[in-house]
T-cell receptor, first 113, second 114 residues
Framework: AQSVTQPDIHITVSEGASLELRCNYSYGATPYLFWYVQSPGQGLQLLLK??????LVQGIKGFEAEFKRSQSSFNLRKPSVHWSDAAEYFC???????????FGTGTRLQVFP | NAGVTQTPKFRILKIGQSMTLQCTQDMNHNYMYWYRQDPGMGLKLIYYSVGAGITDKGEVPNGYNVSRSTTEDFPLRLELAAPSQTSVYFC?????????????FGAGSRLTVL
């Protein structure tokens, strides 16, 4: 079955610390992978995406993610977290056209000063 | 600004009432989607459409109906509201004309059924 697992429901980090949000997927075909961010009361904004090529992809706001096919993972990283990064983060997997994108349950990030 | 517009932003319904959540996009996108978001559950696909006149069920379609008479509009109808439909609803779209599309989301509609 196709699915996305985000093992961490809630993560708390100090401002300036590094961050890694985990994402594992199960998908029958070549996966197209996405990370979205949702600030409170807002819609979802695309952080980055992976379709093919270099397995380390750069996104907006200083985020990056690495696709590891052998581990079925697409973890999101940031070297130094800012207070404004506090939000909920969703990993998603889908087909090339983005048809019926499957979302994980999200990870809520809290940042302490 | 171009994008996906949802109305209303907030709505409270009584059990058994009906209503329509409106979604319109001005990007000439072919594919449109309705998701619901519940705490700790991520986003679940309710219905989607690949073009005017074509709709199909997603993962959680029960209790909802959709129509797609134009490319721009994709309304979601709740016929007999139930407390289980209390949620935040997101409409999204993609061009659908080539590969590697990315969803553009509306700002969401928060619905409470009491």
């Amino acid at each position: 079955a196709q699915s996305v697992t985000q093992p961490d429901i809630h993560i708390t980090v100090s401002e300036g610390a590094s961050l890694e949000l985990r994402c594992n997927y199960s998908y029958g075909a070549t996966p197209y992978l996405f990370w979205y961010v949702q600030s409170p009361g807002q819609g979802l904004q695309l952080l980055l995406k992976y379709f093919s090529g270099d397995t380390l992809v750069q996104g907006i706001k200083g985020f990056e993610a690495e696709f590891k096919r052998s581990q079925s993972s697409f973890n999101l990283r940031k070297p130094s977290v800012h207070w404004s990064d506090a939000a909920e983060y969703f990993c998603a997997v889908g087909a090339p056209l983005g048809d019926k994108l499957i979302f994980g349950t999200g990870t809520r990030l809290q940042v302490f000063p | 600004n171009a994008g996906v517009t949802q109305t209303p932003k907030f709505r409270i319904l009584k059990i058994g009432q009906s209503m329509t959540l409106q979604c319109t996009q001005d990007m000439n996108h072919n594919y449109m989607y309705w998701y619901r978001q519940d705490p700790g559950m991520g986003l679940k696909l309710i219905y989607y459409s690949v073009g005017a006149g074509i709709t199909d069920k997603g993962e959680v379609p029960n209790g909802y109906n959709v129509s797609r008479s134009t490319t721009e509009d994709f309304p979601l109808r709740l016929e007999l509201a139930a407390p289980s439909q209390t949620s935040v609803y997101f409409c999204a779209s993609i061009p659908g004309s080539s590969g590697a599309n990315v969803l553009t989301f509306g700002a969401g509609s928060r619905l409470t059924v009491l």
